[in-house]
């Protein structure tokens, strides 16, 4: 069916083997809360669609997704994972996916370039095809190695901003191979981006700081699904919430939904805690942090770490310190403390477990069953950024009521008629 590579894989690089059984049992628990997933898993373990398929993924490698990388190997494939960030590793969840026969190449901090010879290394397998969060893999591919590029059937995005940078490579004609847009399926954004992230951050931040959230002036930079999930749970917890914004509809949809909406530099003094979710570069800079209160929070929950710009707190800081775990304090001229949570990295995964399982069991429920289209239809998809399919949409929503155990009403053939007909 397709070119299965006849390359025997290398050995997995990661921090200790030993600690697969906790992660064993973060997967279990994973894989209990995952009924969409099960479902999926149960019809492909039987055929094995993706038999002498060797696939590359690179994603976050905590329970959730470990428990896709197994259910693709179930379904065949021939399964090679590296991280989509370096600190949202799980080191036990790590071994315990080499333990099971998938090749790893990944450990939790690893370093710029450790990040990139993981990746290097997934490349090196010669995978057919990839799923990916956040751009980083076939970013790689296209860049450093196009002639490879050229050989890989396909693949899948997780992420809004790795859909971003493939769609900016399709318009400049650079893409090579055909990906799906799994982010933009109604079953992934309108429930992954919006309650994934909004119960994650919360999650994260929590955690992390063991402070109140109520009373507390939150400032939401971004109102897109991920936004919005972040302000509408910051609201349930008791917060004064905030919302900025450079999209005047979006602007517009949050003032309705009930928050404050004003400019970043107008926020900056108002705000006990801001949280990043635009998906776009330097949304807080040096300019607002030198208006912002003593003990400011700042976190990020957008892909990548550009978000808040950290150069601008090392440069105004006159000193920094670990206060707690993933909590940097930095201290400017006249004594003003601001706090950066886990680096400025997406809160939810460098700080936390990512979003709840439930939520991730539709997300991943799309990307093995958009993987399989990809499969099955690649000889006919040119390069380029693909739709997951309505039925497949459909059928993650209907699998996921059948496990609620929930039943909806059916059209009758005269609603139907009604619907379809501009005479009646
Ligand atoms: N867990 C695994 N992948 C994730 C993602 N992209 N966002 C949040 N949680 C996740």
């Known amino acids: 069916m397709h070119t299965a590579s006849p390359r025997s894989l290398p050995p997995?690089?990661?921090?200790?083997?030993?600690?697969?059984?906790?992660?064993?049992?973060?997967?279990?628990?994973?894989?209990?809360?995952?009924?969409?997933?099960?479902?999926?898993?149960?019809?492909?373990?039987?055929?094995?669609?993706?038999?002498?398929?060797?696939?590359?993924?690179?994603?976050h490698l905590e329970a959730k997704t470990a428990y896709l990388a197994l259910t693709l190997q179930a379904a065949g494939a021939e399964v090679v994972a590296c991280a989509s960030n370096p600190l949202s590793t799980q080191d036990d969840v790590?071994?315990?996916?080499?333990?099971?026969?998938?090749?790893v190449f990944a450990w939790h901090g690893a370093s710029p370039e450790e990040y990139e010879?993981?990746?290097?290394?997934?490349?090196?397998?010669?995978?057919?095809?990839?799923?990916d969060d956040g751009g980083d893999l076939v970013g790689m591919l296209h860049r450093d190695r196009p002639a490879q590029a050229r050989r890989i059937l396909g693949g899948c995005e997780e992420t809004t901003t790795g859909v971003l940078r493939l769609k900016a490579m399709e318009k400049d004609g650079l893409l090579l191979f055909p990906m799906m847009d799994v982010n933009d399926a109604l079953m992934k954004y309108l429930f992954d981006n919006r309650y994934g992230t909004?119960?994650?951050?919360?999650?994260?931040?929590?955690?992390?700081?063991?402070?109140?959230?109520?009373?507390?002036?939150?400032?939401v930079a971004g109102y897109g699904w991920c936004g919005k999930g972040v302000a509408m749970r910051a609201k349930g917890l008791g917060a004064r919430v905030v919302v900025t914004e450079i999209d005047p509809i979006k602007a517009n949809e949050a003032w309705l939904d009930g928050f404050q909406v004003m400019r970043m530099e107008q926020a900056a003094p108002l705000g006990d805690l801001f949280i990043t979710v635009t998906g776009n570069i330097d949304v807080i800079r040096g300019e607002h942090m030198v208006l912002m209160?003593?003990?400011?929070?700042?976190?990020?929950?957008?892909?990548?770490?550009?978000?808040?710009?950290k150069p601008d707190l090392e440069q105004l800081a006159l000193s920094r310190r670990l206060v707690r775990p993933n909590v940097e304090e930095f201290t400017l001229p006249g004594g003003k403390r601001l706090h950066l949570l886990a680096e400025g990295r997406l809160v939810n995964l460098a700080a936390g477990d990512g979003h709840p399982v439930e939520v991730?069991?539709?997300?991943?429920?799309?990307?093995?069953?958009?993987?399989?289209?990809?499969v099955r239809e690649h000889a006919s998809m040119a390069p380029g950024v693909y739709p997951v399919p309505a039925e497949i949409?459909?059928?993650?929503?209907?699998?996921?009521?059948?496990?609620?155990?929930?039943?909806?009403?059916?059209?009758?053939p005269e609603q139907a008629a009604y619907l379809s007909s501009w005479q009646a």
Do not use: Y
């Open 360 to 374: 991730m069991d539709l997300s991943f429920s799309l990307q093995a069953l958009a993987l399989l289209h990809l």
């Open 393 to 412: 949409d459909r059928r993650v929503a209907e699998l996921r009521l059948e496990a609620l155990g929930l039943s909806i009403d059916q059209l009758s």
């Open 94 to 103: 790590v071994a315990a996916l080499a333990e099971q026969g998938v090749t």
């Open 12 to 59: 997995s690089r990661l921090r200790d083997a030993g600690l697969a059984p906790a992660g064993q049992r973060k997967i279990d628990w994973a894989a209990q809360h995952m009924p969409v997933l099960n479902r999926v898993r149960a019809e492909l373990e039987q055929e094995r669609p993706l038999r002498g398929l060797r696939l590359a993924v690179c994603l």
């Open 293 to 309: 209160r003593d003990g400011a929070l700042l976190a990020n929950a957008g892909h990548f770490d550009v978000e808040i710009r």
């Open 198 to 219: 909004g119960q994650s951050v919360w999650d994260g931040i929590m955690r992390t700081t063991n402070l109140v959230v109520a009373g507390k002036t939150v400032v």
């Open 117 to 131: 010879s993981h990746l290097a290394a997934a490349l090196d397998c010669h995978p057919d095809a990839i799923i």
